[in-house]
């Protein structure tokens, strides 16, 4: 059974950083393609970023793009999101899911993944 658990979240002040970690166990992590959603509150889930099972491909929502980073170390089973320049706009929980591939180019939707964590919290205040 796959499991993934997301860490990192907090309270933090408009402008800070945060890294959130998603540790995955239950089969090869290397395999499969890995996103960070978030739902903020009376909102819909939405994507944040992508990448494939290598790192090699690497998607943005526009939102947070130039400051969120997304990485991955395949031999830790971990994935990581980078939020720099926080704004209160980011606040929301944020999830880690998996696909069932190692790539594909419906990586924006939700239906793409098989695999969900619980979830973390992230608070900005301005």
């Known amino acids: 059974q796959v499991r993934l658990v997301e860490s990192g979240g907090g309270l933090v002040q408009a402008g800070d950083s945060l890294r959130l970690s998603c540790v995955a166990s239950?089969?090869?992590?290397?395999?499969?393609?890995m996103a960070w959603f978030r739902q903020a509150p009376g909102k819909e889930r939405e994507f944040v970023a992508a990448?494939?099972?290598?790192?090699?491909?690497?998607h943005y929502a526009d939102s947070v793009k130039g400051r969120f980073t997304i990485s991955r170390d395949n031999p830790r089973y971990t994935h990581y999101l980078q939020m720099n320049t926080l704004e209160p706009a980011d606040t929301a929980v944020y999830y880690c899911a998996q696909q069932p591939a190692p790539y594909s180019a419906t990586y924006t939707s939700e239906d793409a993944y098989n695999y969900w964590g619980q979830g973390t919290q992230v608070t900005v205040s301005s």
């Open positions: 239950g089969r090869t992590f290397s395999t499969y393609a």
């Open positions: 990448s494939s099972y290598n790192g090699g491909n690497i």
